[in-house]
């Protein structure tokens, strides 16, 4: 869900003027999961860019003070929130941990990487939200050593329904920055794509696996 859409357009803006968010019609990108996409989002890039990387760890730092208070940890999402969930965390004076994809194979195999406190309720952060897989997993990680997820944070969303969908069975508030549809929105607006590609835009969305 994104909560303020004048953020949700800024955070656009900011992305595609550093070539972070990349769309191409004709010639999709193909994810890790053999997903063809029109869309491509690195988030990563924005962390070499002072202003950016400062507007975008302001704004999710606010989202956690207001929904969740103080009495919290945070927890980044290996790789990708691995560093602006640590700017987060020092912005509020919290605790600081992230979670790896899988324990490791050697020395303590660790998954959790960081302490927590029992007791401390946990907000996750994430850069970027698909399917919601790789999400759900850092938070069943966590949960698996009987810590509390009050929520995840992320910079962007595809809005997927699957992933809402996965999100709401586990009882998970997920708040964005900027999502999917506020790209398109904007896309649309400034008249900068084909008809034929708006469509193909939004038929992905509705069904990205059979989508071609």
């Not at 900011?14 to 053999?34: D, E, H, M, V």
Request: hydrophobic share 40%.
């Amino acid at each position: 869900m994104v909560l303020d859409k004048k953020v949700a357009k800024q955070t656009i803006n900011y992305l595609t003027q550093i070539n972070a968010i990349k769309l191409n019609t004709k010639n999709p990108f193909i994810w890790t999961s053999g997903i063809k996409s029109p869309i491509y989002c690195d988030n990563r890039l924005l962390l070499s860019y002072p202003r950016i990387r400062k507007f975008i760890a302001d704004k999710m730092s606010e989202i956690i003070k207001n929904k969740y208070g103080e009495n919290i940890s945070i927890t980044g999402v290996a790789t990708g929130a691995i560093a602006i969930g640590a700017l987060v965390a020092e912005r509020l004076n919290l605790p600081y941990s992230y979670v790896r994809p899988e324990p490791k194979n050697h020395g303590l195999k660790n998954q959790i990487e960081g302490f927590i406190d029992i007791g401390t309720e946990v907000v996750v952060i994430e850069d970027l939200i698909s399917t919601g897989k790789s999400s759900l997993n850092a938070i069943n990680a966590l949960r698996n050593e009987n810590f509390t997820v009050s929520g995840m944070v992320s910079i962007f969303s595809y809005n997927f329904n699957i992933a809402n969908q996965r999100f709401q069975n586990e009882n998970i508030l997920i708040n964005s920055l900027a999502d999917y549809n506020t790209l398109v929105e904007m896309i649309l607006s400034k008249g900068s794509i084909s008809e034929d590609e708006a469509s193909r835009l939004k038929d992905w969305k509705e069904d990205p696996d059979k989508w071609v």
